[in-house]
Antibody, heavy 118, light 108 residues
Framework: QVQLVQSGPEVKKPGASVKVSCKTS????????IGWVRQAPGQGLEWMGW????????NYAQSFQGRVAMTTDTSTNTAFMELRGLTSDDTAVYYC????????????WGQGTTVTVS | EIVLTQSPGTLSLSPGDRATLSCTAS???????LAWYQHIPGQPPRLLIY???TRATGIPDRFSGSGSGTDFTLIISRLEPEDFVLYYC?????????FGQGTKVEIK
């Protein structure tokens, strides 16, 4: 079945970077994009952006421009999200999602990765 | 950048009631780019509706979506106990994408 399995929890110091991985299986990787969403404690869902798996093009939310990099590795069907210049406001659960480019919807989600900045 | 505004912030209803959730976009968006998600805290969100009105696989028919332009609606026709959770609308398209701030459906 379709699965997105994310890397484990991270604890980082302010100013550091974090790189979260998202290993996919059960579908043709290059036929879908990968979206990234986060949820800070007590807050709603926040769209971070997405990466196209075929050409690697990206589209980031304005609030993350210059600080985030979303990449993919088609040899391992894995996506990555790196966030730099961490502050306590970046403490959140980060989700990767399978993004249907035909239906503009995120139909499968990873289990989430908790990133704590302290 | 598109801003999505959901209303109400909290909806207090009883099991069996009808729930009407609204999502208003700051600018015109295509219906194909609007989706609804259900979120149970502690779990990943679940896709309910895409293309403004198409139910995702396995979603019960008590969930329906409608709307166009800037105004979109999610209706839950008869609330079941497991429906008392959070709901978000989301836009993705040529612009970077955004979520609404969410509507919490709580038991009255």
């Amino acid at each position: 079945q379709v699965q997105l399995v994310q890397s484990g929890p991270e604890v980082k110091k302010p100013g550091a970077s974090v790189k979260v991985s998202c290993k996919t299986s059960g579908y043709t990787f290059v036929n879908f994009g990968i979206g990234w969403v986060r949820q800070a404690p007590g807050q709603g869902l926040e769209w971070m952006g997405w990466v196209g798996t075929y050409y690697g093009h990206t589209n980031y939310a304005q609030s993350f421009q210059g600080r985030v990099a979303m990449t993919t590795d088609t040899s391992t069907n894995t996506a990555f999200m790196e966030l730099r210049g961490l502050t306590s406001d970046d403490t959140a659960v980060y989700y990767c999602t399978r993004l249907s480019l035909a239906y503009y919807a995120m139909d499968v989600w990873g289990q989430g990765t908790t990133v704590t900045v302290s | 950048e598109i801003v999505l505004t959901q209303s109400p912030g909290t909806l207090s209803l009883s099991p069996g009631d009808r729930a009407t959730l609204s999502c208003t976009a700051s600018h015109y968006i295509t219906s194909t780019s609007l989706a609804w998600y259900q979120h149970i805290p502690g779990q990943p969100p679940r896709l309910l509706i895409y293309g403004a009105s198409t139910r995702a696989t396995g979603i019960p028919d008590r969930f329906s979506g409608s709307g166009s332009g800037t105004d979109f609606t999610l209706i839950i026709s008869r609330l079941e106990p497991e429906d008392f959770v959070l709901y978000y609308c989301h836009h993705y398209g040529s612009s970077p994408g955004a979520f609404g701030q969410g509507t919490k459906v709580e038991i009255k």
